[in-house]
């Protein structure tokens, strides 16, 4: 227990040095520590990049089943004590869903939950999704990710929402087919990094305008007949 405790608190705050000051504890002895269960596991947990640490693929394996065995417990625990109720729960949303879908299922929960208190934080997909495997949070409302990013995780689809090409009203563009307005003015497109972006890309694609370069790109979250899902 003492050495997975210790992981995720490496886990959670990025580096040795961050998560021995939390845990009171001087780095040498939280470093053996961390020696120690990688020598007990025959694997290496981390991989070491200047001052941060990063979890290797057994790391990642053993941060899921790790997270999943602590909260067990501490249910058990809460079970057998009478402490079950109340608690803490953080919640990542994205910009998007904060401000739309998700007040409404707090205010349901908390009317369920009286003693329970909810955190969100909010933030891009892959900050979420991160912050979801080191612990951090304890659940998101986001996009489905990339297949390669679901391992070790699980999710429930909630809803469909639909992605549009929108102009102001009186654009000269409005009665245009959408391939002749994409081809004579700029367009500002989800950022790169987004999940959406490749569903935009997509529809490009099928439009013959696959040279993204010749839009502006600026980072909002708008766009596209075509669909995402949370």
Known sequence: MRHLEAFLDVVRYGNISAAARARNVSQ????????????????????????????????????T????????????????????????VKVGVLPTVAGGFFPSVALEFSRGSADALITTVTGPNSSLIRMLRSGKIDLMVGRMPMARDMPGLSFEFLYEEPVLLVGRAEHPARDWPASKALRAYPLILPNS????????????ST?????VNHYRLTPVASCFPCSSRY
Do not use: C, W
């Open 28 to 63: 040498p002895a939280l470093s053996k520590t961390i020696s120690d269960l990688e020598t007990l596991l025959g694997v290496a947990l981390f991989q070491r990049a200047g001052r941060r640490t990063r979890l290797t693929a057994d790391g990642e394996t053993l941060q």
């Open 65 to 88: 089943h790790a997270l999943a065995a602590m909260r067990n417990l501490e249910a058990a625990v809460g079970g057998v004590s009478g402490q079950a109720a109340g608690g803490q």
């Open 193 to 204: 990094g987004a999940i959406i972006r490749q569903h935009v890309n997509q529809y490009l």
């Open 207 to 211: 439009l013959g305008l696959a040279e």
